[in-house]
């Protein structure tokens, strides 16, 4: 059976002009014209209007129930839960800040602050940040490429469904890092002769040394050698020598990686463990710390 588009619009409740729109967007294609152009529509087309009508009902945007041709039903209902569950994060952290700031006596320009930027950057834009900033730091060398590009995921922590303030402060303070040339800058020259030489080093044996001089410098902590002391000389010596063998380089430029190493780089991870829960700092990075002032005293 046909319709025109005034009897498709009586028996579907819907306006006219909101069945024309979806016809010329392609959400609802007509079938054909009558003689005096008007426009007609089949049994399978008035099925279709309450499938839309209904799909808009849930929130589901026009582009993705346009591409119904393309997919199925429960494709695309996924593709709109995936977004309803995205939308509810943004709005559970907006209520965290919002409850965090009534609880005080008087709310504080951060307070807006945190609300603009919450507005501003959700999940998906945190998440194409990070790739720009990958690719960014990475530039053409392959294997920081490779290096970088598996920490993509552990770069972007999810937000508990009740951050605290503290966490929000971190993931607003992350992502002004990911967003900082010159924080970019100083990544890509750090380290520049390791990454300079990573394809001529056995990751495998790198890996062992690497756990080898943590346990070590772990162990002159337990032991109570302070960086600075005549007795970590020899230690944070030993440990430069295994490093600059593993990694194919000069002790000298080893040692001019510790001294150049961006503070900026440790806190980037310190602020992933506070929205995450974890402890801070853990071992390895306490031995790399210990191993940094000890080089810095005694072979800088």
Do not use: C
């Not at 409740?13 to 003689?35: A, M, N, Q, W």
């Not at 839309?52 to 009902?57: D, G, I, N, P, Q």
């Not at 992502?175 to 040339?181: G, K, P």
């Not at 503070?263 to 402890?279: C, K, M, Q, S």
């Amino acid at each position: 059976m046909s319709y025109t588009i005034g009897q498709l619009a009586r028996l579907s409740g819907l306006p006219v002009k909101t069945i024309r729109f979806y016809s010329d967007i392609g959400v609802l294609p007509e079938r054909g014209r009558t003689r005096s152009g008007y426009r007609l529509y089949g049994d399978e087309d008035r099925g279709r209007l309450e499938l839309v009508r209904t799909l808009r009902e849930i929130g589901v945007d026009l582009a993705t129930i346009r591409s119904l041709g393309d997919r199925d039903l429960g494709e695309v209902l996924s593709l709109h839960l995936r977004t309803v569950e995205t939308q509810i994060r943004a709005l559970q952290r907006t209520r965290a800040v919002l409850r965090a700031t009534l609880e005080r006596d008087e709310p504080a320009d951060d307070d807006l602050r945190r609300l603009n930027a919450l507005g501003r950057l959700g999940a998906a834009e945190t998440a194409a940040l990070v790739n720009e900033f990958v690719d960014d730091v990475a530039g053409e060398n392959a294997a920081r490429q490779e290096w970088l590009g598996g920490l993509r995921t552990a770069m972007v922590p999810d937000l508990p469904d009740e951050p605290g303030i503290e966490q929000l402060d971190a993931w607003l303070e992350l992502t002004e890092l990911l967003a900082d040339d010159g924080f970019r800058a100083s990544l890509r020259e750090m380290s520049s002769d390791f990454w300079a030489n990573a394809d001529r080093i056995d990751l495998a044996a790198w890996h062992e040394v690497n756990a080898l001089v943590t346990e070590t410098a772990l162990a002159a902590i337990r032991d109570g050698v302070a960086p600075e002391s005549e007795a970590a000389a020899p230690v944070v010596a030993g440990i430069v020598a295994l490093l600059a063998g593993a990694q194919r380089r000069t002790p000298e430029s080893v040692v001019r990686d510790y001294a150049e190493h961006d503070p900026r780089a440790g806190r980037y991870w310190e602020l992933v463990a506070v929205i995450n829960g974890t402890p801070w700092p853990p071992e390895p990075v306490i031995a790399h710390e210990w191993i940094a002032a000890a080089a810095t005293s005694h072979l800088g």
